[in-house]
């Protein structure tokens, strides 16, 4: 967890207080918190964050690209995701990273294409 000061002191406004994230929110805007005009944060508080890093996303051989076979960029490498327990919920997750909105439907056959190279996630 980084401290106070890992990314440096906060300057300007501080807009949000209080934030009560449940972690499945699509944006921060989303999380109940308390909008703050004065600010009454203490130094130390600011909120920080060090993230794994992004999965890179991209779907193939579709007709456009909101539409394809699932794939993951992983070790320098693009590769396929095997969709044996595929479903809406994994399907909704790759729409929100691709601001594609919802899944409309997942498939697991072959609609796209055969995968070539490898498979990343099983």
Known sequence: VPTAVSYGEATGNIWLDGAKCSGIEPALDQCPASLRIVNNCANGEYAQVSCSGPVPVRLVNG??????????????????????????????????????????????????????????LD
Not at 81 to 93: E, F, K, P
């Open 63 to 120: 007709n456009n690209m909101c539409s394809g076979r699932v794939e993951i960029y992983y070790n320098s490498t693009w590769g396929t995701v095997c969709g044996r327990s595929w479903d809406i919920n994994a399907g909704n997750v790759v729409c929100r990273v691709l601001n594609c909105g919802t899944a409309r439907s997942v498939r697991t056959a072959v609609s796209y294409g055969e995968p070539t190279g490898n498979i990343w």
